[in-house]
Each structure stands twice: as structure tokens, then as C-alpha cells.
């Protein structure tokens, strides 16, 4: 409604974002795409497919004996049949058989801790240049300074990347530790919202 009481807008608002900066012509047109396209070819621009790297450890890399270990494969072909078009994008590749086709490139290291990831991720963006990064890391060792330290190393290389970073899957039998760990994943990711930045944390099932 503006000054004089006239109802401008026509329809219903379905989502509000509110930003303590001026967004970048980059981020305004994502944003735009988004309302208009969706993400078959919306926020993360329209040129091209979403490259989305996988990142993490054993369970994002996964087992060839059993493929359900990794949720790589099931989440490509969900998104590829609901019309998102992405690109998994890393250096490494598998050949699990999984009765179906979906994108092998991953950057899934087992027994991996956040530290070795952090000293290797800075050449890992750059040779695939992700736009988006689902990190699920933390299992090896339940060190939250050196997750940060990945998020850290993100930011420098492109703060326009998104990256939805997932609690870890707790262990058999269930460990008190990797909750309290889950929590102060929580608690980091809420610290660095004040810089405005992307930022998405799920619980991965």
C-alpha cells in the first residue's frame, strides 16, 4: 500500500527475505530467476545446469557394495525427475550399480576429517568451480573450528556460493557426542548468518 492508501499489489507474498546489505546485481537477477523460473534454471542463473559438488567423507563418497550408503544417486534422480537441472561436479567418480543413471562426480574422501578437507578444498573449487556445495563432514572427528575453517575457505574463494551443510548422522549405538557436535553445528552456522551470506543447515536422513 503506498502513501495515499492505494493497494498496488495484486496477490499474496509466499516468502520475505530481509538483508543487512545491498545484494550485488549478481544476486538481484538470481533472485529474480528464481520467482520466475524456478531452480530448473532460476537462482543459480539460467545460463547452464546448477553445478552442485558433493562434500564430505564416506558417506557422501558411499560403498560399492551398497549404494544406499551415499545419498548421492537418489537425490540426482529425484531432482532430475522433478525437472531441476544440475551437475554434480568433483574429482572423484564411482561406479556403483544402482539400476539407474545419475552423475558420478563427487568429492566424497573416506575416513576423511574436516581438516584434510579444509587443506585440500581451495584446489578442488577451482578445478570444478561449484555453485553450490552440499557438506556433510564431521564423522572422523568432531572438530567445529575446522568445519568453519572449510566455510572459511569457501567465502574466499566465492561468497556467492550456497552451501547447505548437513548435521552429521549420528552413530550405532547412538553417540552423545555427535549430538552435542550437531548442536554446535547448529550454533556456528547462526553465528555467521550476521554476515548475510548463504547459509543453509539440514539434517541429512
Not at 26 to 31: A, D, F, I, P, S
Not at 99 to 124: C, L
Not at 152 to 180: H, K, M, S
Amino acid at each position: 500500500m503506498n502513501s495515499s492508501g492505494v493497494d498496488n499489489f495484486q496477490g499474496e507474498l509466499d516468502e520475505l527475505a530481509i538483508y543487512n546489505r545491498a545484494l550485488s546485481e549478481v544476486t538481484l537477477r538470481q533472485h529474480y530467476l528464481d520467482g520466475s523460473e524456478g531452480l530448473r534454471r532460476g537462482y543459480q542463473g539460467c545460463q547452464s545446469n546448477i553445478k552442485v559438488m558433493p562434500l564430505g567423507d564416506s558417506i557422501t563418497r558411499g560403498n560399492a557394495a551398497i549404494p544406499r550408503w551415499s545419498y548421492r544417486p537418489y537425490l540426482f534422480q529425484d531432482l532430475t525427475n522433478s525437472g531441476i537441472d544440475i551437475d554434480f561436479v568433483g574429482g572423484l567418480t564411482d561406479n556403483y550399480n544402482t539400476g539407474f543413471v545419475y552423475d558420478r562426480n563427487h568429492e566424497g574422501h573416506s575416513g576423511w576429517t574436516p581438516a584434510q578437507v579444509a587443506a585440500n578444498i581451495m584446489s578442488w573449487l577451482k578445478n570444478s568451480k561449484p555453485e553450490m556445495i552440499l557438506l556433510h563432514i564431521g564423522t572422523n572427528e568432531l572438530n567445529i573450528a575446522d568445519v568453519e575453517s572449510i566455510l572459511n575457505i569457501i567465502d574466499t574463494y566465492n561468497e556467492n556460493i550456497v552451501v547447505v551443510l548437513a548435521r552429521i548422522i549420528n552413530q550405532v549405538p547412538y553417540n552423545p557426542a555427535v549430538t552435542r557436535f550437531n548442536g554446535n553445528l547448529t550454533t556456528m552456522v547462526n553465528n555467521r548468518s550476521g554476515t548475510g551470506l548463504s547459509w543453509s543447515i539440514r539434517s541429512l536422513r
